[in-house]
Every structure is written in structure tokens, then in C-alpha cells.
């Protein structure tokens, strides 16, 4: 991790109140993060570990029960706002051409039109989508529409961005050509960028560090580094150093999905065969 710390998370905790007198339901519980200026990070964990309610606690659309979220070392007075958030759905609005969704963030933080359409033109080429600016989403691919989601998130300027599961619903191929041109974009413009995703592979591929989230109530099980040499192409896959860190990133996985520690592995690491 570098030495100055864009994002911290300490102690966050997150309790719904049952509904009817039911009982309360804890969602995350003393999690913690941190990543530093410029980092790419990423989260995995089984579904309802809390990744989503993580992220919409640091984007300020919801209030922890208990810890805090630092941003440049300090607790700004209102989250909301401060971070890029793109959801796992591109909510492209069908009714905007795709020049004009790609400009909502800045036209709601009060660019003129004018302005806002010069920025993104600036950009469309870089994201893919030159020749498509006034088309309408309908007649986008899934690859496209995530590009013009993930421009939108760009051009609204935060050094932190938040991406939850943003390739999760495309195609295998698309999937892959998606992560080398994310990381190219990464690599130009050094964004804080943390990323949930159910995929290992993608998170070792495109990450500098991981962390793995257990079941419900969500805590951080493990963290690991990620010292593949950048840059990288999907050759790096096949290579004992991933395959080493995907087995460990797996195992607490396979664990929480038998049950809590109930899952017993025998296998020789890929250390001890190679």
C-alpha cells in the first residue's frame, strides 16, 4: 500500500432494524480498509456479505451504526458526493441520447450543457465510444452501455471511485476485453479506484490488493497483496504466481460457502506441487 491513505475505513458496522419486532439484522461488522492514493482495490465475498451496503455507506447514500470513513485522512462532513459511485447497473435513462447521459453528473453538479458535452466529447474516443453520441441506450451493447456508465462516472471528477460489479452481467469475451481496456484507462488517468466483484480472477487480474469478505455479518478475512508485474495482459493468468494467489483467495470463499469453517481442504498448495 503507498504511504499516503486516500481511503480508510475503520471499524464500520452496519445493524437493520428487524421490521414488526423481528430481530435486527447486522450486515458488517469492524470492517476495515484502506487503500492508498492511486490504487486499484478490490473486494470479493459471497453474496449478502454486505459489499453493496459497504459501498453505499462510503458514497453517503446510508449511515453506518458504528465506525468511519476517511477520505485524505480526515471525515469530510458529508460523503455524499465526494466519491464516483457506479452501481451494477448502468442506469443509462433511455430518453438521453448517450452524449447526454454521459454528461448527467456534470450538468447536476451545475456544468452548463455546453461545457459538459465538450468534456465528454473530449473523452469518447479513450472510452469506445466514438460515433455513438447520439445514439440511444437501447442500441448499445452491454460493453457499450458499461463504457458510457463508467465515462459518466469518470467525468464527474472524484479521485475515489467506487465500481460494484461493473462487467458482472456481460459475456465472457466481452467480460475480458472490458478489464484490459478498464486497466489501460486506470493506468493513464491513476484513479482510487475500489471494485467489488464475485470473480477472483478478475479481482487478482486488475487489482494491487484484495480483500475477502466473509458471510453475513460481512468482515474482512483476509487481505492479500497482489504483486504481479503492471502492466498486464491475460496471459498472466495462466502463471503459477496468479494460480498461487487465486487458491488463497479461494479457500476462505469455499469455506464460508461450506458453512463457516466447516470446509476441509487436503489438497497440496500450488507451492508445495510447484
Not at 458514497?59 to 465526494?82: F, N, Q, T, Y
Not at 442506469?91 to 461545457?115: Q, Y
Not at 470473480?199 to 487481505?223: F, H, K, N
Not at 469453517?261 to 507451492?271: K, V
Request: aromatic share 6%; glycine share 10%; hydrophobic share 40%.
Amino acid at each position: 500500500m503507498q504511504a499516503s491513505s486516500k481511503l480508510k475505513i475503520e471499524g464500520l458496522s452496519k445493524t437493520y432494524k428487524g421490521s414488526s419486532g423481528g430481530e435486527n439484522v447486522t450486515a458488517l461488522k469492524d470492517v476495515g480498509i484502506e487503500i492508498g492514493a492511486g490504487e486499484f482495490v478490490s473486494i470479493v465475498g459471497p453474496s449478502g456479505c454486505g459489499k453493496s451496503t459497504l459501498f453505499n455507506i462510503i458514497a453517503g447514500l446510508i449511515r453506518p451504526s458504528r465506525g468511519s470513513v476517511l477520505l485524505d485522512g480526515r471525515e469530510p462532513d458529508e460523503l455524499l458526493g465526494s466519491v464516483g459511485y457506479m452501481p451494477q447497473r448502468d442506469c443509462l435513462m433511455p430518453w438521453r441520447t448517450v452524449l447526454d447521459n454521459t454528461t448527467l453528473g456534470l450538468e447536476l453538479s451545475g456544468v452548463r450543457k455546453k461545457e459538459a458535452h465538450k468534456r465528454a466529447l473530449a473523452e469518447f474516443e479513450r472510452f469506445g465510444l466514438a460515433g455513438f453520441e447520439k445514439h440511444w441506450p437501447a442500441k448499445l451493447s452491454g460493453g457499450m452501455k458499461q463504457r458510457a456508465a463508467l465515462l459518466r462516472t469518470f467525468l464527474a471528477g472524484r479521485d475515489v471511485m467506487l465500481l460494484d460489479e461493473p462487467f458482472g452481467a456481460l459475456d465472457a469475451l466481452t467480460r475480458a476485453n472490458m478489464q484490459e481496456w478498464l486497466l489501460d484507462v486506470w493506468q493513464e488517468d491513476r484513479k482510487t479506484i475500489l471494485f467489488v466483484t464475485h470473480d477472483v480472477e478478475e479481482a487478482i487480474y486488475l487489482s494491487d490488493r484484495v480483500y475477502v469478505m466473509s458471510g453475513r455479518p460481512g468482515r474482512v478475512s483476509l487481505c492479500v497483496d497482489v504483486k504481479l508485474e503492471r502492466p498486464r495482459k491475460s496471459e498472466i493468468t495462466m502463471s503459477p504466481e496468479f494460480l498461487i494467489l487465486k487458491q488463497k483467495l479461494l479457500r476462505p470463499l469455499e469455506e464460508a460457502a461450506a458453512g463457516g469453517g466447516l470446509f476441509i481442504d487436503d489438497r497440496p498448495t500450488l507451492e508445495e506441487q510447484i
